[in-house]
């Protein structure tokens, strides 16, 4: 009986991590999905340049969420800066400097890496579509008030 019940709960943890992962997993996809489902109907993409732009958006996404992933921890690495200086008053600026670096590596490859897929999705548009894609990501003008 005891060992019964013990294969009983195995067999339901089993089934709930399944059921857990493909959960999670169809969940990314469809974000993924939806980062540029709003191009099919706002530049009114064909099925075909739909499809590509998705394909070069899937091939782009892993190097990205890996660029995304350093500046997070480096992100942490600064704010552990931060913390020990404003705490203890002392900063150890070789490491400060060595973090520093590594962050302009990250920017200039997430910039690189960023540019180089607004570069092969307009390539995929037409003129029209391509103007209207390349004012969407161009940021409004910072506003002051006087």
């Excluded at 998705?54 to 890996?66: I, K």
């Excluded at 920017?107 to 003129?127: I, K």
Aim: proline share 3%; glycine share 4%; hydrophobic share 45%.
């Amino acid at each position: 009986m005891k060992s019964a019940f013990i294969l009983l709960l195995g067999l339901l943890a089993g089934i709930a991590a399944h059921v857990g992962w493909f959960t999670w997993r169809n969940a990314s996809e469809t974000r993924a999905n939806d980062v540029v489902a709003w191009m099919k109907t706002d530049l009114q993409l064909t099925d075909e340049q739909f499809a590509r732009i998705r394909a070069l958006h899937d091939r782009s996404g892993p190097q990205l969420r890996e660029l995304a992933a350093q500046a997070a921890q480096m992100r942490a690495e600064f704010e552990t800066f931060e913390r020990v200086r404003r705490t203890e008053g002392r900063v150890d600026f070789i490491a400060f400097a060595r973090c520093l670096e590594i962050w302009r590596h990250i920017d200039r490859d997430w910039s690189a890496a960023t540019r180089q897929l607004v570069d092969s999705t307009a390539g995929e548009l037409t003129p029209e579509q391509r103007a209207r894609y390349l004012t969407r990501l161009t940021p409004d003008p910072v506003r002051t008030v006087n």
